[in-house]
C-alpha cells in the first residue's frame, strides 16, 4: 500500500494522515455508497409498514366520508339498497367469534402437546414430533380449506354438529340447521391452522426454563406434572400468553380456508351453526367483485380496522415473546 | 397414608403425561390427513403423463373427464414468486445488514421491530394495499404478474429480513474483527466474509419465505388474478396453483375437485423437500459456527 504523503501526484498530501488508518480513504466512498443504500432500505421496511396504513387510509375515504363513525358500529351491509348501506359490525363479530372459538380449542392441544415435547416424550421422540407440528405451520391456507370442505365439512354435518345440537342444545350456541358449512367448522379449522403457531413458541419458552429450576421442584420430591405446574408453566407464562396472542393474530386474519368454509353471508351470525363472515373473508369475497366505489372503499376501511386489531394482537405478542426469549425469562420474578 | 398420597400424585402425573401425548396425536392427526387425502386424491392426478405439460380441463361432471393440466398454475407461481424473490431478497439482506452490521442508534432495532410486527400483518391486506394503490396510479394493469410480485415481496421482505437477522448474528464477531484487522473495507467485509458466512442461514430465511409466497392464495385474488392458460405476458393475470386449489374447491365440478387436490399434491411435495433442506442448512451452519 502507498503512503500518500511520500507520493508526489498527491494534491493534498497533508490531510491524508489526519484521517486515521491508512486504508480508509481509498475505500472511503464504496463504503459511504454501501451505507448509503443499506441504510435506505433498511427504511423502506419502516416505510412498507407506512405506506400500508396510508394507502388503506386513503382508499376507505369514500366511506369514511359517507358514514363516518357508524360505520364502527352499523350491524347492515347491504351494497344493494338504495342508498347501499355498509356498517362492519357483522364481519367484526365473524372474525373475533371465529378467532375465540378457535382460541379455546386450539389453546389446550397446543400447550399440551409444548409439555409433551418438553417434558414426556422420549427423547427420540421429541425432535421427529416437533417437526410434523412445525410441517402444519407450513401448509397452505388454501390446503387446509380444500381438506376442510371435502374431509372435515361432511364429517361436520353428519356427525359433531348434530351431536352437539343434542346435547349443548339447551345453550342456544347451536340453533339453526347442522350445515357443516358454518361459523363452527370454520372455527375448528382455524384452531388447527394456529395450534402449531402456539405449541412452538410455548415449547421454546418451556424447553428455556433453567435446569435450577426443575431440579429445585424435583429435589423437594414433586412429580413430573408438579414440576411442570409449580416451576416452568410460571416461568414459562409470558412466552406462552405470548405465542398464545400471535397464534390469535394469525387466527384473525386467516382468509382462504375461513372463506371456504363460512358461508360468506353479510349477516351478524346468529348461532354457531349460522353463515358468516369474517372482515378477512369479506375482502376476499369483495374487494374485486363489488357495486362501485363505495362499496370497494368500505371493503378497504374494513381491512383498515383488520389491520389495526392485528397490529394491536401483534405487538403485545412480540414484546412478551421477546421479553422472555431474549431476557433469558424473569417471567418468575412477578 | 403417606404412601397412597403419593401413590395418588404419581397416577395424576402419569394420567397427564398420557394426556400431553394424545394431545400431540389430535394435533398430528389433520397432518396425516391431509397427506393421506392428498396422495389418495391427487395422486392419480399428479403422477400423470401430462399433467405438468397441459392446460387445465373445461369443467365436467361425468366419469370420463379430463383431469390432468396443473401446467400453466406451475408455470405461473414459479413466474410470479421467482420475480417476488427478485425484489424481496435483495431488499430484505440489505436492510437485515442495515439493522444488524450498522450500530445505527434504536434505528437498527426499530427496523426489526418493524419487520416481526410485519411478519404478522394478515397476508389479505399485503393483497389489498398493492390494489388499492393500482387501481389510483394503474388499472389496466391491477392484475397482472406485476402487482402480483410486488404484493408478495411485501409478504417475503419481513420474513427475509428477521431470518438474515438471525443468521448474521449467529457469524462470531471475531469473524468482522479478522477482516477489520487485515483492513478490509466494511461493505467488502460485510458481503463477502459475514454474509457468506452466513449463508447457509440466510438461504433458508429465503426458502421459508418463497415456500410461504408459493401457497399463498389471499394476496393473488386481486392482484395477479386468475387465468387458465400459459403465460400470456407479464401485464396479464396468470394461472397459480393457490388459486387452482380455491377454484377449483369452489366449483364442485369433479375434474376441477380432482385437479386441485393433484396441485396439493405438488405443493406438499415441494414444502416438504423445502424442510428438509432447511433443516440440513441450519443444522450445517451450527456444526460450522462451533455450537453459536
Excluded at chain 1, 353471508?265 to 373473508?281: F, H
Excluded at chain 2, 417475503?156 to 457469524?171: D, S
Amino acid at each position: 500500500m502507498d503512503v500518500p504523503t511520500l507520493s508526489p501526484s498527491s494534491s493534498k498530501p497533508a490531510e491524508a494522515p489526519k484521517d486515521s488508518p491508512r486504508s480508509i480513504p481509498v475505500h472511503r466512498w464504496p463504503d459511504r455508497l454501501f451505507f448509503g443504500l443499506v441504510a435506505a432500505l433498511g427504511l423502506s421496511v419502516i416505510g412498507l409498514a407506512a405506506a400500508i396504513v396510508a394507502i388503506l387510509v386513503y382508499g376507505s375515504r369514500y366511506s369514511f366520508q359517507a358514514f363516518g363513525f357508524s360505520f364502527l358500529w352499523g350491524t347492515v351491509w347491504s351494497p344493494t339498497s338504495t342508498p347501499p348501506i355498509f356498517g362492519v359490525v357483522p364481519f367484526v363479530v365473524g372474525t373475533v367469534v371465529t378467532s375465540a372459538i378457535a382460541l379455546l380449542i386450539a389453546f389446550p392441544l397446543a400447550l399440551g402437546s409444548a409439555i409433551f415435547l418438553t417434558t414426556n416424550a422420549p427423547r427420540w421422540l421429541r425432535g421427529p414430533a416437533g417437526t410434523a407440528v412445525e410441517l402444519l405451520a407450513a401448509i397452505p391456507s388454501v390446503i387446509y380449506g380444500l381438506w376442510g370442505i371435502y374431509i372435515v365439512h361432511p364429517y361436520m354435518a353428519t356427525t359433531v354438529e348434530p351431536a352437539l345440537k343434542r346435547y349443548l342444545g339447551f345453550t342456544g350456541l347451536f340453533d339453526g340447521t347442522p350445515l357443516g358449512i358454518d361459523v363452527f367448522t370454520a372455527s375448528v379449522v382455524l384452531a388447527i391452522m394456529i395450534v402449531p403457531t402456539i405449541c412452538a413458541i410455548s415449547r421454546d419458552t418451556l424447553a428455556a426454563v433453567p435446569q435450577s429450576q426443575k431440579e429445585a421442584a424435583l429435589s423437594l420430591g414433586a412429580t413430573d406434572w408438579e414440576t411442570t405446574r409449580v416451576a416452568m408453566i410460571p416461568y414459562a407464562r409470558s412466552g406462552i400468553i405470548g405465542g398464545t396472542m400471535l397464534g390469535l393474530g394469525r387466527a384473525l386474519g386467516e382468509t382462504m380456508a375461513v372463506t371456504m368454509l363460512i358461508g360468506n353471508i353479510d349477516k351478524v351470525p346468529t348461532s354457531l351453526l349460522s353463515q358468516g363472515q369474517t372482515i378477512a373473508s369479506l375482502i376476499a369475497n369483495e374487494l374485486l367483485n363489488n357495486n362501485g366505489p363505495l362499496q370497494e372503499s368500505a371493503v378497504l376501511e374494513a381491512g383498515l380496522i383488520l389491520l389495526v386489531i392485528a397490529l394491536l394482537v401483534n405487538v403485545v405478542a412480540r414484546l412478551l415473546v421477546w421479553r422472555v426469549l431474549s431476557v433469558g425469562g424473569g417471567g418468575a420474578v412477578e | 397414608m403417606t404412601f397412597d398420597r403419593y401413590a395418588r400424585r404419581k397416577l395424576l402425573s402419569h394420567s397427564i403425561a398420557v394426556l400431553t401425548g394424545l394431545c400431540v396425536l389430535a394435533v398430528l392427526y389433520p397432518l396425516a390427513s391431509i397427506v393421506y387425502e392428498a396422495f389418495l386424491q391427487g395422486g392419480g392426478v399428479l403422477f400423470q403423463a401430462g399433467s405438468l405439460t397441459s392446460v387445465q380441463p373445461p369443467p365436467c361432471s361425468t366419469l370420463s373427464c379430463k383431469t390432468v393440466g396443473i401446467g400453466p398454475a406451475v408455470q405461473g407461481t414459479l413466474i410470479v414468486v421467482g420475480l417476488a424473490a427478485g425484489i424481496s431478497v435483495p431488499v430484505g439482506v440489505l436492510a437485515a445488514i442495515f439493522a444488524s452490521e450498522y450500530r445505527a442508534r434504536g434505528l437498527g432495532r426499530a427496523i426489526s421491530f418493524t419487520a416481526d410486527v410485519l411478519t404478522g400483518v394478515p397476508s389479505i391486506l399485503m393483497g389489498a394495499f398493492i390494489y388499492g394503490y393500482f387501481v389510483l396510479y394503474d388499472p389496466q394493469i391491477a392484475l397482472s404478474f406485476y402487482t402480483g410480485a410486488l404484493a408478495l415481496s411485501a409478504l417475503m421482505i419481513p420474513i427475509v429480513v428477521r431470518t438474515t437477522e438471525e443468521a448474521l448474528r449467529v457469524v462470531p464477531n471475531s469473524v468482522r474483527e479478522a477482516a477489520m484487522a487485515l483492513g478490509i473495507s466494511k461493505w467488502k467485509a460485510t458481503l463477502r466474509i459475514v454474509l457468506v458466512a452466513s449463508l447457509p442461514g440466510v438461504a433458508t430465511g429465503v426458502l421459508l419465505a418463497v415456500m410461504r409466497a408459493a401457497g399463498e392464495a389471499a394476496p393473488l385474488l386481486f392482484t395477479l388474478g386468475y387465468s387458465t392458460l400459459w403465460l400470456q405476458g407479464l401485464d396479464h393475470p396468470g394461472a397459480n396453483l393457490p388459486l387452482l386449489i380455491f377454484l377449483g374447491a369452489l366449483s364442485g365440478y369433479p375434474n376441477l375437485v380432482k385437479l386441485a387436490w393433484g396441485a396439493t399434491l405438488f405443493l406438499l411435495i415441494l414444502i416438504l423437500i423445502v424442510n428438509v433442506i432447511s433443516r440440513f442448512a441450519i443444522h450445517r451452519m451450527r456444526v460450522r459456527m462451533g455450537g453459536a
